[in-house]
């Protein structure tokens, strides 16, 4: 008899496309979230993937909370992301946030901090 593997989903798993250009998450920011990108968003993704956090595309979001713009991804499966508010007034920056399992923490106030 032939044993059947199977494999288990988590609901936090997810595709994940690479992104390694900043200019994916302009255009995304700009295209799909309708607001202006932060002004030093390229520097940060530097900063991320020099602290060995995976750039992921913006649109891989299955799964993930709906105001959140996703950046990179941790070794341990959180994620980095910029909050952005549904009803933002124009020129108010985005806070950096990480994603896990247990909920949304904010990192920084803004992509400058």
Known sequence: MKSKSTTRKSNFTRPRVRCFSSTGHVSFIKDVAATQPPEHLPSLLKILQ?????????????????????????LSGSLTALLRWPTAPPG????IVEVCKLGVWLLAKNVIH
């Open 50 to 74: 020099t602290k060995g956090e995976t750039i992921i595309s913006p649109g891989s979001r299955q799964g993930i909370v709906p105001l959140v713009i996703l950046l990179s991804e941790n």
């Open 92 to 95: 108010m920056e985005m806070p």
